[in-house]
């Protein structure tokens, strides 16, 4: 415990010091210094002073009053040490939880004195450790999306504030629910709160309300919803990124952001884009300027504004762009002015560089529309060719390392444990979908199997005119349908298949090439193409999509970490930068990526050299406080004028106590008569 | 009792005379006499009214000739109306006590001018009137006691003496007027007019002193004699002062207020109206002068007024 006081006001007491203090002095030199005067006798003087006290009117008032302001004194003294307080509410309870609110929306800068939000909370929760009575405990909690004991229940007010103190803002989500859980298990360990005649402890949450469980709140305490944030704050966020590889033209990148406008009056904004740290020129008029309207406003109200100024409510911005390398894509709304939250005014994106794929062939050989297409006309790097039994030894070996794997006519018995597969007339054990297999060892077979349909719109099977193939005989594939995509539909069976399952994506085509017309048509290697492509880019070359604050990405047992003993993980202000053990086994689990911005790992790993994470979130962009408690628990409290009470003792001390004392020193050397 | 003799000096006693009074003003002096409202009883015969029966050219009344009256005083007019003989009877002439005592104690060093030289001057005049109308002169000064007194004088000639005593007293002491007049009335049994003159601020009240002294035997004139400062001391006295008496040091804190120098104005009246009282009750005249009184307009008028001069 800490003796040494804490003077929250010194610059008051030093002011009235520096005033009362030379004035008693100054008084007190004054009566010293009483001019002696001889006269002939002080018969007839002290005669004079009894009979003037005596003949003047409210002589016993007169006679005390010395003693009538000594008693006011005394009375505005003991009036100070009773802390007298205006708007004063019942403070700290006997047993009381402090819950803080730490997520993105708290960083918001609309408190008064140009705190955030976070600030405004700790200093709230300071008045109300201040407002403790002797005896009572408290608990400090600090809550996003997860919720963490800070400081158990304790009676040490210090250790409470220390507490207090030490929350730090982040970039997650707000959710109540596992902070009223974690608070609700802490009174468990206290044997009172099991008494039934025992009052429910005071759970105070300081926070604006943005939480995305709202509607799945229990908690046993009794609730107090400490309202921090003001109503008019302005707040423009981007509330959605996208960025996608065309499919069909891997260096295109297609851009999309969503912003929207959380304040109270429609707001003009550009966006501005940057692909690793240069400017992209955006000649696209859209881009340009946006026009938000607030969000909370009804149409009625978007209507009127849009005839009244000509323009449209234009919160969405779609860039296309080509990329041929890796880049970190960067978007930002150029408008911060009144802008109170930073956290949301920035995304960004991961765009891995588009590769020339790795295939492998796995053929007896013989099927020359197949070698060909793989080994000679499809742009691949390296394509290889393994004998099924090369294959087996190679696999078992564990050194793989192709983007697509193709089976030809070989049901293999090893696979990777991770990869992209294409079967032609084939299918490996142990997948959900299956094929009858005879005694023989030999697939069920269904001959002539015409087209019935086909994805048209799926990126393997674009654009391709698939009506005129024709299959001698295919496998008979069994719960295609249930565990997988069908993507060509034969009138008797299902033709070919995607099946994901585990970290592997298999493309069956129930078929032998050599059984069917396929490899005459056009479709047959555009269809491969477009397979090896899609493929891969599922798997590599897509545009890794942001992570959200708080998440703790894990990178699998893999190749990529093999010798890698230690990574250094460094992410944006307020992050930092950390050195992380690599565990020998298993996967490698990075810790909770709390702020928004751009992580990397030093040394890269394979798929996670770089990471991005936005907030990206309507429910933390929007900084309206909410207006009733969270799950409609307990009452509201809100601030008023930045304090929710005023202390008057200090008041009571300057303006009265003071003074009076000044007047009560005055009277005793002046002698003063009514 | 103690009797202080002043060795005379008379150069010094002719310097001290002049700074008591001037020679113009003991002209003028020489036409008056010291007067008694009572027939008082003298040693010898003096230039004064005596109530016993002597000779002198003052009737006092008619008796019955006797064989043996001289026949001198018979009134013939009185025969020739009633044809009996009367003796006209005639006023003793005696000489007159003048007994002055002057305070000299500290309090009478106050004033501009001081209280003390104000007493001086008119007890210097009281004795030069005894004195050169044959009255036997007694100046006694008084403090704590009697601390200082002449013997009896008589005539012109011991005009210097007196005047030189008066002019050497000094303010000393405190004052204990009950002391000083019990011990004057002790030495002095010889009725008279008796001329107090002093501030009367004594702190054992005058009451006990002056009975020492009123009564029948002595015909009593008190002169209070205060400074134009004891009076008024809203010109001298001003802010808060440490008020200490010259005689016993005493302190008295004041704030001085318009309330408090009313109230001490107040107090002086009813202690001067007090002292008045006392002294009228018991057959004595009193007077009260301040020293911005010019001392020879007390002398000449004032004290001819009240009766102790004529």
Known sequence: MNWIPRFTNWQMGALAASIVVPSLLILYFLKLRRREQVVPSTLLWRKAIQDLQVNAPFQKLRRNLLLLLQMLLLLLLVLALSRPVANYYQGAGKMTAILIDRSASMSARDSQGGRTRLQEAKRRAHELVDSMKRGSTAMVIAFDDSAETVQPFTTDTAAIRRAIDSVEATDRRSSLKMAYQLADAQLMFIPEQNRTNIDPPDIHVYSDGRVKDDDELTVQGKVTFEKIGTENAGNVGIVALNAKRNYERPTEVQVFARLANFGAEPVETFVHLTVDGEKVDLADSKSRGLYLLPERWNDEQRTKWEQENGRGHSPSVDIPMELTTSAVIRVEHTNKDKDVLAADDVAQVVVPPPKTLSVLLVTDGGNYFLEKLVMESLTLKNPASLTPEAYEGKAKGGDFNYDVVIFDRYTPETLPPAGNFVYFKALPKGLKVKAPVSDAGAFELIEDVGVLDWKRDHPILRHLAMQKLYVAEAIKLEGAAEHSEVLLDGLKCPLIVLHREGKSVHLIVAFDLLMSNWPLKVSFPIFMHNALQFLAVGSAMDVRQSLEPGATPRIPRSNALEGIKQATLTGPKGFGSRTLPVPPGGDFALPPLTHVGLYSLDPPIAQHEKMAVNLLDNNESNILPSDHAPGGLGEVREADQGRSRMELWWWVVACAALPLLMIEWWVYTRRVHL | ?310
Request: with cysteine; charged share 25%.
């Open chain 2, 1 to 310: 009792m103690t009797v202080a003799q002043t060795p005379t000096r008379p150069s010094e006693s002719r310097t001290s005379s002049s700074l008591l009074l001037d020679p113009g003003f003991m002209a003028r002096l020489d036409q008056l006499d010291v007067m008694s409202r009572k027939m008082l009883a003298g040693k010898m015969k003096g230039e004064r009214r005596s109530k016993r029966r002597g000779q002198s050219v003052e009737f006092a009344d008619y008796r019955n000739y006797v064989i043996g009256d001289d026949l001198r005083f018979i009134d013939w007019n009185v025969y020739a109306r009633l044809e009996k003989l009367f003796l006209k009877l005639f006023l003793e002439e005696e000489d007159l006590s003048l007994y002055v005592l002057v305070d000299v104690s500290k309090s009478c060093d106050y004033g501009d001018p001081p209280k003390a030289l104000y007493m001086k001057r008119v007890a210097a005049a009281l004795g030069y009137i005894g004195l050169v109308n044959y009255n036997r002169v007694h100046v006694s000064a008084m403090a704590d006691g009697i601390v200082a007194e002449t013997g009896a004088m008589r005539g012109r000639r011991r005009v210097a003496h007196m005047i030189d005593f008066v002019s050497r007293l000094t303010p000393t002491g405190t004052s204990n007027l009950a002391d000083a007049c019990r011990r004057f009335a002790l030495s002095h049994r010889q009725k008279g007019v008796c001329v107090v003159l002093s501030d009367f601020f004594d702190k054992g009240g005058y009451e006990n002193g002056l009975r020492y002294v009123s009564g029948g035997k002595y015909d009593l004139f008190v002169v209070q004699v205060l400074s134009p400062q004891e009076i008024d001391p809203a010109s001298t006295l001003q802010g808060d002062l440490k008020l200490r008496d010259m005689e016993d040091d005493d302190m008295a804190e004041v704030s001085v207020t318009q309330p408090l120098i009313k109230q001490y104005k107040a107090n002086l009246n009813a202690y001067c109206l007090a002292l008045k009282d006392y002294v009228t009750r018991r057959g004595g005249t009193y007077l009260f002068t301040s020293t911005a009184v010019p001392f020879d307009t007390l002398v000449l008028n004032y004290l001819r007024e009240r009766g102790l001069l004529g």
